[in-house]
Protein backbone atom coordinates (compact mmCIF):
# COMPACT_ATOMS: atom_id res chain seq x y z
CA UNK A 1 0.00 0.00 0.00
CA UNK A 2 1.51 3.17 -1.20
CA UNK A 3 -0.44 5.67 1.01
CA UNK A 4 -2.51 6.97 -2.04
CA UNK A 5 -5.74 5.83 -2.24
CA UNK A 6 -7.78 6.05 -5.69
CA UNK A 7 -11.68 5.15 -6.18
CA UNK A 8 -13.06 3.01 -7.70
CA UNK A 9 -10.48 0.88 -9.45
CA UNK A 10 -12.42 0.16 -12.04
CA UNK A 11 -14.74 1.87 -14.46
CA UNK A 12 -17.06 1.20 -16.92
CA UNK A 13 -19.10 3.77 -18.76
CA UNK A 14 -21.48 4.86 -22.27
CA UNK A 15 -19.72 7.41 -24.29
CA UNK A 16 -21.46 10.84 -23.40
CA UNK A 17 -21.77 10.19 -19.52
CA UNK A 18 -19.77 11.77 -17.05
CA UNK A 19 -17.13 10.10 -14.04
CA UNK A 20 -15.44 11.20 -10.87
CA UNK A 21 -12.22 9.92 -9.72
CA UNK A 22 -11.38 10.39 -6.31
CA UNK A 23 -7.90 10.62 -4.75
CA UNK A 24 -6.83 10.80 -1.01
CA UNK A 25 -3.12 11.62 -0.99
CA UNK A 26 -0.44 10.13 1.32
CA UNK A 27 -0.94 11.90 4.74
CA UNK A 28 0.87 14.88 5.31
CA UNK A 29 1.63 15.00 1.48
CA UNK A 30 -0.14 18.87 -0.09
CA UNK A 31 0.45 18.34 -3.44
CA UNK A 32 -1.66 15.71 -5.86
CA UNK A 33 -1.24 15.47 -9.28
CA UNK A 34 -3.50 13.49 -12.16
CA UNK A 35 -2.06 11.40 -14.90
CA UNK A 36 -3.59 9.43 -17.90
CA UNK A 37 -1.52 6.51 -19.23
CA UNK A 38 -2.58 5.12 -22.42
CA UNK A 39 -0.51 2.20 -24.56
CA UNK A 40 0.55 4.58 -26.97
CA UNK A 41 1.08 8.24 -24.78
CA UNK A 42 2.63 6.55 -22.17
CA UNK A 43 2.21 8.79 -18.62
CA UNK A 44 0.77 12.22 -19.44
CA UNK A 45 0.10 15.03 -17.11
CA UNK A 46 -3.24 16.36 -16.82
CA UNK A 47 -3.47 18.92 -13.55
CA UNK A 48 -1.80 19.62 -10.21
CA UNK A 49 -3.25 20.89 -7.01
CA UNK A 50 -1.03 22.85 -4.13
CA UNK A 51 -3.10 22.52 -0.93
CA UNK A 52 -6.14 23.22 -2.44
CA UNK A 53 -5.14 25.56 -5.45
CA UNK A 54 -4.29 24.87 -8.85
CA UNK A 55 -0.47 24.73 -9.97
CA UNK A 56 0.09 24.02 -12.97
CA UNK A 57 -2.00 22.26 -15.90
CA UNK A 58 -0.77 19.58 -18.72
CA UNK A 59 -2.33 17.76 -21.52
CA UNK A 60 -5.55 18.30 -19.70
CA UNK A 61 -9.31 18.21 -21.89
CA UNK A 62 -11.55 21.34 -21.81
CA UNK A 63 -14.02 18.30 -20.71
CA UNK A 64 -12.07 17.44 -17.53
CA UNK A 65 -11.74 19.00 -14.42
CA UNK A 66 -10.40 18.78 -11.03
CA UNK A 67 -10.67 20.33 -7.44
CA UNK A 68 -8.75 19.68 -4.48
CA UNK A 69 -10.72 20.13 -0.86
CA UNK A 70 -9.81 21.35 2.55
CA UNK A 71 -9.28 17.96 3.85
CA UNK A 72 -6.69 17.62 0.61
CA UNK A 73 -8.61 14.87 -1.20
CA UNK A 74 -8.81 15.20 -4.76
CA UNK A 75 -11.09 14.74 -7.83
CA UNK A 76 -11.18 14.13 -10.97
CA UNK A 77 -14.20 15.10 -13.07
CA UNK A 78 -14.84 13.64 -16.53
CA UNK A 79 -17.35 14.29 -18.90
CA UNK A 80 -18.81 13.69 -22.76
CA UNK A 81 -16.84 10.63 -22.50
CA UNK A 82 -15.47 9.40 -25.60
CA UNK A 83 -13.89 5.97 -26.59
CA UNK A 84 -10.42 7.73 -26.53
CA UNK A 85 -10.77 8.42 -22.90
CA UNK A 86 -10.31 4.81 -21.81
CA UNK A 87 -6.93 4.79 -19.99
CA UNK A 88 -5.65 4.52 -16.74
CA UNK A 89 -5.94 7.33 -14.32
CA UNK A 90 -3.48 7.86 -11.79
CA UNK A 91 -2.98 10.31 -8.68
CA UNK A 92 0.37 10.96 -6.98
CA UNK A 93 1.06 13.01 -4.30
CA UNK A 94 4.19 14.41 -3.37
CA UNK A 95 5.50 16.49 -0.31
CA UNK A 96 9.19 17.62 -2.45
CA UNK A 97 8.03 18.81 -6.15
CA UNK A 98 10.97 17.91 -7.87
CA UNK A 99 11.60 14.15 -6.81
CA UNK A 100 9.44 11.41 -5.15
CA UNK A 101 6.24 11.20 -6.19
CA UNK A 102 4.32 8.69 -5.00
CA UNK A 103 1.48 6.93 -7.18
CA UNK A 104 -1.92 5.33 -6.18
CA UNK A 105 -2.59 1.70 -7.96
CA UNK A 106 -5.05 3.82 -10.84
CA UNK A 107 -8.48 3.72 -11.90
CA UNK A 108 -8.91 2.10 -15.01
CA UNK A 109 -11.50 3.83 -17.28
CA UNK A 110 -13.21 1.91 -19.81
CA UNK A 111 -15.93 4.07 -22.42
CA UNK A 112 -17.99 1.61 -24.24
CA UNK B 1 11.37 16.17 -30.75
CA UNK B 2 10.44 14.82 -27.61
CA UNK B 3 11.55 16.00 -24.44
CA UNK B 4 12.28 12.24 -22.83
CA UNK B 5 12.97 9.44 -25.18
CA UNK B 6 12.83 6.24 -24.01
CA UNK B 7 13.59 2.93 -26.00
CA UNK B 8 9.87 1.10 -25.49
CA UNK B 9 11.50 -2.42 -25.81
CA UNK B 10 10.28 -5.52 -24.64
CA UNK B 11 13.09 -6.38 -23.73
CA UNK B 12 13.96 -10.20 -22.55
CA UNK B 13 16.71 -11.58 -20.33
CA UNK B 14 17.83 -14.33 -19.14
CA UNK B 15 17.71 -14.61 -14.96
CA UNK B 16 21.15 -13.17 -13.56
CA UNK B 17 21.54 -11.24 -17.11
CA UNK B 18 22.92 -7.19 -16.30
CA UNK B 19 19.90 -5.82 -17.76
CA UNK B 20 20.64 -1.46 -18.92
CA UNK B 21 18.14 0.55 -19.41
CA UNK B 22 18.13 3.85 -21.13
CA UNK B 23 16.56 7.34 -21.93
CA UNK B 24 17.78 10.41 -23.55
CA UNK B 25 16.35 13.70 -22.88
CA UNK B 26 16.70 17.09 -24.85
CA UNK B 27 15.96 19.62 -22.38
CA UNK B 28 19.01 21.26 -20.17
CA UNK B 29 16.82 22.40 -17.82
CA UNK B 30 16.36 18.88 -15.96
CA UNK B 31 17.89 19.36 -12.75
CA UNK B 32 16.72 15.54 -10.91
CA UNK B 33 16.31 11.62 -12.73
CA UNK B 34 14.35 9.21 -11.64
CA UNK B 35 13.34 6.07 -12.29
CA UNK B 36 10.34 4.13 -11.41
CA UNK B 37 8.88 0.73 -11.62
CA UNK B 38 5.66 0.21 -12.74
CA UNK B 39 4.25 -3.76 -12.17
CA UNK B 40 1.79 -4.89 -14.50
CA UNK B 41 -2.09 -3.45 -12.96
CA UNK B 42 -0.27 -0.87 -10.19
CA UNK B 43 0.89 2.33 -10.24
CA UNK B 44 4.77 3.34 -10.90
CA UNK B 45 7.07 3.55 -7.78
CA UNK B 46 10.05 4.92 -7.14
CA UNK B 47 13.08 2.84 -7.49
CA UNK B 48 15.89 6.31 -7.35
CA UNK B 49 16.82 9.12 -8.09
CA UNK B 50 19.66 11.25 -8.66
CA UNK B 51 20.92 15.22 -9.41
CA UNK B 52 24.22 14.96 -10.26
CA UNK B 53 26.11 13.76 -13.16
CA UNK B 54 27.76 10.17 -12.18
CA UNK B 55 26.98 7.02 -10.74
CA UNK B 56 24.74 6.16 -7.98
CA UNK B 57 24.22 2.73 -6.26
CA UNK B 58 21.40 0.92 -4.47
CA UNK B 59 21.79 -2.93 -4.21
CA UNK B 60 21.56 -4.10 -7.49
CA UNK B 61 20.70 -1.14 -9.02
CA UNK B 62 22.91 1.60 -10.61
CA UNK B 63 21.54 4.77 -11.71
CA UNK B 64 24.02 6.78 -14.20
CA UNK B 65 23.56 10.31 -15.13
CA UNK B 66 25.47 11.95 -18.25
CA UNK B 67 24.34 15.91 -18.03
CA UNK B 68 26.93 16.35 -20.92
CA UNK B 69 25.35 13.71 -23.52
CA UNK B 70 21.97 14.03 -22.04
CA UNK B 71 21.67 10.79 -21.26
CA UNK B 72 20.85 8.53 -17.99
CA UNK B 73 20.99 4.97 -17.59
CA UNK B 74 19.27 2.06 -15.56
CA UNK B 75 21.95 -0.79 -15.18
CA UNK B 76 20.06 -3.81 -13.13
CA UNK B 77 22.69 -6.58 -12.23
CA UNK B 78 21.52 -10.37 -11.50
CA UNK B 79 18.67 -9.73 -12.50
CA UNK B 80 15.76 -11.79 -11.02
CA UNK B 81 12.13 -12.65 -12.75
CA UNK B 82 10.78 -10.62 -9.86
CA UNK B 83 12.25 -7.66 -11.87
CA UNK B 84 10.01 -8.38 -14.51
CA UNK B 85 8.21 -4.83 -14.43
CA UNK B 86 8.23 -1.64 -16.95
CA UNK B 87 10.62 1.08 -15.90
CA UNK B 88 9.93 4.48 -16.35
CA UNK B 89 12.47 7.12 -16.51
CA UNK B 90 11.54 10.72 -15.12
CA UNK B 91 13.22 13.78 -14.83
CA UNK B 92 12.21 17.30 -13.41
CA UNK B 93 12.88 20.80 -14.49
CA UNK B 94 11.92 24.06 -12.33
CA UNK B 95 9.27 25.95 -13.90
CA UNK B 96 8.69 28.93 -12.19
CA UNK B 97 7.78 30.16 -8.90
CA UNK B 98 7.83 26.51 -6.65
CA UNK B 99 6.84 24.42 -9.14
CA UNK B 100 8.96 21.58 -11.01
CA UNK B 101 7.74 20.18 -14.02
CA UNK B 102 7.99 16.16 -13.92
CA UNK B 103 8.17 14.44 -17.59
CA UNK B 104 8.07 10.72 -17.85
CA UNK B 105 9.76 8.34 -20.66
CA UNK B 106 7.03 6.09 -22.16
CA UNK B 107 8.89 2.91 -20.14
CA UNK B 108 10.48 0.05 -21.39
CA UNK B 109 9.09 -3.60 -20.87
CA UNK B 110 11.46 -5.73 -18.98
CA UNK B 111 10.97 -10.28 -18.77
CA UNK B 112 13.39 -11.80 -16.83
CA UNK B 113 13.10 -15.52 -17.54
CA UNK B 114 13.87 -17.76 -14.67
Known amino acids: DSGVTQTPKHLITATGQRVTLRCSPRSGDLSVYWYQQSLDQGLQFLIQ???????AKGNILERFSAQQFPDLHSELNLSSLELGDSALYFC???????????FGSGTRLTVV | QKEVEQDPGPLSVPEGAIVSLNCTYSNSAFQYFMWYRQYSRKGPELLMY????GNKEDGRFTAQVDKSSKYISLFIRDSQPSDSATYLC??????????????FGKGTLLTVNP
Open chain 1, 92 to 102: ASSARQFYGYT
Open chain 2, 90 to 103: AMSAFSGGSNYKLT
Open chain 2, 50 to 53: TYSS
Open chain 1, 49 to 55: YYNGEER
